[in-house]
Structure formats: C-alpha cells, structure tokens
C-alpha cells in the first residue's frame, strides 16, 4: 500500500457518516497489512483516533490481537499523556487567572478538550496559550514563581509571536503567543478581532476563553497550509473536520468567507475546506467554497496537497519552514533575501518583555541565532543540501503548493 | 455458585488523591501525578476499579462481578485480586484497612 492509499484509507475510518448504513468501507480486509497502518498512524499522531472509530464502526474484530493491543496501548498512553497535559493547563490557568490576565486556549488543548468527542482522542506536543501583549511580561512572571522557565533564550526564539516556556519535570512546553501570525507575511490575522470575539470557556474547573468557531477554523487553515504546507499529515484535516461537525449549526461561513479574504487567506481556507470536504465529508456548504473567490482549484494543486497530507510526517523533524521556501525560489538574490527574513527572521521582532534593542544588541541576537540555527538544524540542512534528502518531486510541490497560495 | 476460597478479603480501598481517572467511553486511564505511571483498562477492568473504590471490601466487589459477568469464577477472582494488587503497587489505590478471616 503506498503512502496516498494508507491516506484514503484512513479517512473512510474517520469519516462520520451522515447516515446509518452509507460508511462501507470500501476496501478489502484481507489485503490490509495492519502492522503497516498502525505504523502509518502512529506517523501522523492519530492511532488514538484511528482506534476510537475502528471499535466505533465495530471492526475491532478484524484487527489480529496483538494490533489490537499495540492501538490500545497508544489510546491509553495518549490518554495518560493529556491527562498529565490538562493537570498542567489547569495550575497555568489557576495562577494566571489569580492575577487577571485572560487566556485563550489554543489548538491541540481546545481542540482535545472541546471538540474531540473525548480528551484521549487528540494528541497533544505542547500546550498553545494567547495572551494580550501588554500581559506577556506579567503572565511569564507569574509562571516563573510557579516553576517554569524560559526555555529558548528570548534572543535566539525571536520570530515575533510566541515565547516558549517549560518546567524542568515535565517534557511538554508552553508556547506563549501574543500574535497567531509571524510578521513579514502576506496574510495576517489581526489579534484584536480574536480578542473582540473570543468565547467563555471552562477547563479543569478554571475560566478561559477559545477563539469564535470561525477565526478558529481560519486558524486551523492558515496552521495547517500555510505555517506547514499540509506537511503535518492528516490530523490537522481531521481538527478541522470535527470543529466544522462540533459548531455545525453556529458557524457563520459569511463571516469566514469575508474574514478569509480580508486576511489574506482565502486561499488556504479554500483549499483546506476543500480537502475536508473530498475526504472526510466535512458538512461545507458547496457556495462557501464557490464564494472564497479563488476560483476553481486546479486539481494537480489537490493532487500534490494529497501527497503532502500523505507524506508529510516523514519530514517532520526537517529544517525551519522558511528553508523551504528559500529552497523553492530560483534566483540567488531572492534566496538570500528569503534566508534572512524567514530562517534568520531579520530583523528581528522585538520580544514583548525586552528592552529596545541597540545595534550591539541586534549583533548578539544575530550571533545567537546563528549559534542555534547551526546546533538545531545543521545535520537536516546538510542532508537536504548535499543529499536532496526530502527529494525533488517534494520540493517541487513545496514551490507550487506555496506559489499558489500567496498568488 | 459456590467456590472454595481459603481466605476471605475484607481489604477496603480508597483512590489515591494524586491519581487522576480519565474516563474514555467505557474504558479508563488512572494517572498518578507523582510517579508518572499510568495504568490502562478495558472495560471489564474499569468496572473492576469503580466496584473495588466503591465497595465495603475485596469481597463484596467479588460479590457484585460475578452477578454482572457470566464467568468462571475463580478465574474472576483471580482477575481481581490481579488487578488490585497492581493498583496498590503502582500507588493507583490506597488501602483503608486489611483485615484477614480464616473461614
């Protein structure tokens, strides 16, 4: 089974039928090699998922026992994992909502939380928090007096949305962001619209706030297309399936519409919409994708989406997104110019608690970023550029895929 | 049904307070916050656990089984005294009291 079939043929597990009777899967059991779609879902960070609506759909009976248990392991495992994660997220609020500081809960927590029909089903990296820029410097004061600490050194995580944070006893991180979108590009999502539009929301017994259904799922779409290029396998297809499922009957898809365009996004939106739809069977009414203004899509666009959704994973650990952008283009120059505003995020974005930068400062925030560009991402970059490791029909795809949506 | 047992078990117990119970549609996850391990369970075993926290003893929540599961019931008991013991192993339960009646 090739990487595209294994795709196809674990979104007919996780579609949700519409009506009883229409989910046969189409596929013949005996030639399923099982091993190697476990194997596969594990790569995309959804075996909990795949195993949930295999015993949903009541086919546990054709797994052979020792898959059987291999998913359930992984179930239980990942359960654990965000029980731990929850436990974590309810001190952060607790703390944070002593001292007044609002926070919405972002991705993988709300989605896990929210959306997902039972916290085991989604896994989780890190927890994703948003809080008010002015609040950024008093909020990680406050973490620090409850054990955490910065875990990239402000000068070197300098890509201008987000610091990142960790307690030394937990592997997890906390991204704090102020902004969803880094600066320089050509879309952005304004943060005081999310604010303006966040709704109330309990976890573990704390107060919080989620993003409106619709900048939650223009989120997902940006996340999903544009920060990863779909590289991130099918989970974020599957969020987005569920969140569209989960406020079915509240979604505006004017709003988003509208919203999706003003923001530079309407690309993204149209294509990742599109895909739900074509393999999950996402309930998009058909003149929300007509009205996104972006045309037909063409299909060798979905195609190549396809083969990143399906191979993504494999490249999950590689160099900076920006790298590939830098790859994609053709002439030196534009290399350059795109290595130092994406890879070497020049100049760099000043970090909410920092002081105002002097040039003897800017010269140790480049030196810094040098030193961690090197010692993160050295042995990838090498492999990419002396062994053409992710290969050329990838980066073809990357250059289209990216051509396209900032067009 | 009858079965002969040599002792009888009148061990109480409670969940522990750093143990978290993640409920998963049936099946369940006990997390112990302080030694980070967790212990997964089918549905028959999550049933296990609630009748074990919530009964008088070992016994009545023996007693309660083998009225729901038509089972071999020294397998059941087995099962259970299995299941306990590694609850109480991994820190996932704490004992009230033991006490040991030889019939």
Not at chain 1, 401 to 407: A, D, F, G, K, P
Not at chain 2, 48 to 71: G, H, K, N, P, R
Request: aromatic share 10%; charged share 20%.
């Amino acid at each position: 089974m090739m990487e595209k079939e294994k795709s196809l043929f674990l979104f007919q597990i996780l579609k949700i039928s519409e009506t009883r009777g229409s989910s046969a899967i189409s596929f013949h059991f005996n030639n399923i090699d099982w091993q190697e779609i476990f194997a596969f879902s594990t790569f995309h960070n959804i075996e909990p998922l795949v195993f949930f609506h295999i015993k949903e759909k009541g086919m546990e009976n054709v797994l052979p026992p020792n898959i059987y248990q291999q998913f359930q392991k992984s179930y239980h495992q990942n359960a654990a994992c965000n029980l731990r994660k929850f436990h974590e997220l309810g001190q952060i609020l607790e703390c944070l909502n002593k001292s007044r500081l609002p926070v919405v809960i972002l991705k993988g927590a709300f989605l896990a939380s929210c959306v997902y029909s039972n916290p085991a089903l989604r896994s989780m990296q890190d927890l994703d928090i948003l809080i008010q820029r002015q609040s950024i410097p008093a909020a990680i004061d406050k973490l620090i007096k409850i054990g955490y600490h910065l875990a990239i050194p402000p000068w070197v995580n300098s890509i201008g949305f987000h610091v990142v944070l960790a307690t030394p006893e937990i592997s997890s991180r906390l991204e704090i962001h102020w902004d969803l979108t880094t600066p320089n590009e050509h879309y952005k999502i304004p943060s005081d619209a999310l604010w303006a539009s966040t709704i109330p929301i309990e976890i573990e017994n704390q107060q919080a706030l989620a993003l409106c259904p619709e900048h939650l799922i223009i989120h997902l779409c940006q996340h999903t297309a544009i920060n990863h290029l779909f590289m991130q396998g099918l989970r974020p297809l599957i969020d987005i399936d569920r969140t569209v499922r989960r406020y079915r009957d509240d979604l505006g898809w004017k709003k988003i519409i509208s919203l999706s365009s003003a923001w530079g996004l309407q690309k993204a939106v149209a294509l990742t919409l599109f895909l739900c739809r074509q393999y999950l069977d996402t309930p998009i009414p058909e003149p929300v994708l007509e009205n996104m203004g972006c045309g037909k899509i063409d299909p060798d666009i979905i195609q190549d989406t396809l083969m990143q959704v399906s191979y993504g994973s494999e490249i999950a650990d590689a160099p900076p997104a920006g790298l590939f952008k830098v790859q994609a283009e053709n002439k030196i120059g534009r290399k350059v110019g795109l290595f130092l505003k994406y890879v070497f995020c020049l100049p760099p974005t000043p970090y909410p608690t920092s002081p105002k930068r002097s040039k003897l400062l800017t010269a140790y925030y480049v030196f810094r970023r040098l030193i961690h560009l090197i010692g993160h991402y050295s042995g990838s970059i090498w492999k990419l550029i002396k062994f053409n490791w992710v290969g050329n029909e990838v980066r073809h795809r990357n250059w289209i895929l990216l051509r396209w949506l900032q067009e | 049904v009858e079965i002969e047992m040599t002792n009888s078990d009148t061990r109480k117990v409670t969940k522990a307070p750093e143990v978290l119970v993640q409920d998963l549609d049936g099946e369940a996850v006990l997390l112990n916050l302080d030694n980070g391990q967790y212990y997964g369970l089918d549905g028959v075993g999550y049933r296990m656990y609630q009748l074990l926290i919530t009964s008088d003893s070992f016994d009545s929540a023996y007693e309660a089984l083998i009225q729901e599961y038509d089972v071999d019931p020294q397998k059941l008991h087995s099962d259970l005294k299995n299941l306990l013991d590694d609850l109480i192993k991994y820190g996932l339960v704490l004992k009230l009291k033991q006490k040991t009646k030889i019939k």
